[in-house]
């Protein structure tokens, strides 16, 4: 039963690892599919394999994929642009042709009556696992662990980096400030705060100049790639309509009546009662 | 068990185009994975079909395989990442020429 329900979920999970774009959803994806695999391990008298299955591919392996997209940026998706002409149409023919023979092949051989795991499985799944595992296994046991450690040293040697140029100090950023300032002009102090507007306490408002234009230095570079950096100009008709509605508002003091909020939706706007 | 070893084959096959079709390392990484992991079930149909637990063992190694594997294969992307600003298996092809 188990079966019926999971596997055609490992299906559509794996068929979805084909079909999206960002690297992210396939890493989910696959996690389904590890975690169903496990239960079906489970099903089939393997414990052991069913605690493995999660503890080290759900759990290390799946994470160690999902660490490094982190690293390289998870925003990079797939491009769809073919190098080989031809070379996707011919993949999916041939994967369906392979496909297509690995099912009717294994469908016409009769595998026999299932054996079953329980005389195996009698004085537990672990015992005997690990009694195979020690005795005619262990060569293969001990040349996993050659292997592991390989890999450990491999990775680190793969990902080492050695230092090219010093590490810069505070004295050599700050000299290196006073060279840019004298170069090319640019500003001594910090960049200047956004959303300097009494209120508006976001920091997606530009600041602005003495001259009226927005100073473009003042919002970060995240929000403005993203296109939501509000427009100081858009702000001052704001400014406008809140001094109207206050000159219409006359004498009237009600905090919750006035147009505008500050950060948290809803609360009223406490900087603007020092307008009036 | 004739269904499960089926399905493992089904998955295989769905590793395999993926190896193939996609650009991204990582996705190509993962659709190896999921054939590891196609034949690991194999192994465990089997090890159930024929009463012993041999099979179990394998699958148990492969996972250590696949482990290793992964680590060094997500170090060698993070390195051709770092000098070439890419992920794509295309990218890296300076041998080519």
Partial sequence: ?276 | MTQYVVLSAILFTIGCVGVLTRRNAIVVFMCVELMLNACNLAFVAFAKQHGNLDGQITAFFVMVVAAAEVVIGLAIIMTIFRTRRSASVDDASLLKY
């Fill in chain 1, 1 to 276: 039963m188990t079966f019926w329900i999971l596997a055609p979920l490992m299906v559509v999970c794996a068929l979805g690892i084909l079909f999206v774009r960002k690297a992210v959803h396939a890493a989910l994806l696959l996690a389904v599919v590890m975690i169903s695999l496990a239960f079906l391990y489970a099903v089939m008298d393997a414990p052991f394999l069913f605690a493995v299955q999660i503890i080290v591919y759900t759990g290390a392996i799946l994470m160690l994929f999902l660490f490094v997209m982190m690293l390289i940026g998870v925003d990079a998706s797939d491009s769809v642009v073919e190098t080989i002409r031809g070379q996707r149409a011919m993949a999916i023919v041939l994967g369906l042709v392979f496909g297509a023979v690995l099912v009717i092949g294994i469908s016409q051989v009769t595998l026999g009556t299932v054996v079953g795991l329980e005389e195996a499985n009698a004085g537990g799944n672990v015992p005997a696992i690990a009694n195979i595992l020690f005795s005619k296994y262990v060569f293969a046991f001990e040349a996993t662990s050659a292997l592991l450690i390989t890999a450990a040293v491999g990775a680190m040697v793969l990902a080492h980096r050695e230092r090219l140029t010093p590490k810069p100090t505070q004295r050599s950023m700050a000299a290196q400030r006073m060279r840019d300032f004298a170069d090319h002009g640019k500003p001594l102090g910090p960049l200047p705060s956004p959303g300097v507007y009494a209120r508006h306490n976001a920091v997606d408002t530009p600041a602005l100049l003495p001259d009226g234009t927005a100073a473009e230095s003042s919002v970060s570079r995240v929000l403005a790639a993203r296109g939501t950096v509000r427009s100081a100009p858009a702000l001052a008709d704001d400014i406008d309509d809140v001094r109207r509605q206050l000159a219409g508002l006359e004498g009237h003091s009600d905090p919750a009546s006035m147009p505008e909020t500050s950060g948290k939706a809803g609360s009223p706007a406490n900087t603007e009662e020092d307008v009036k």
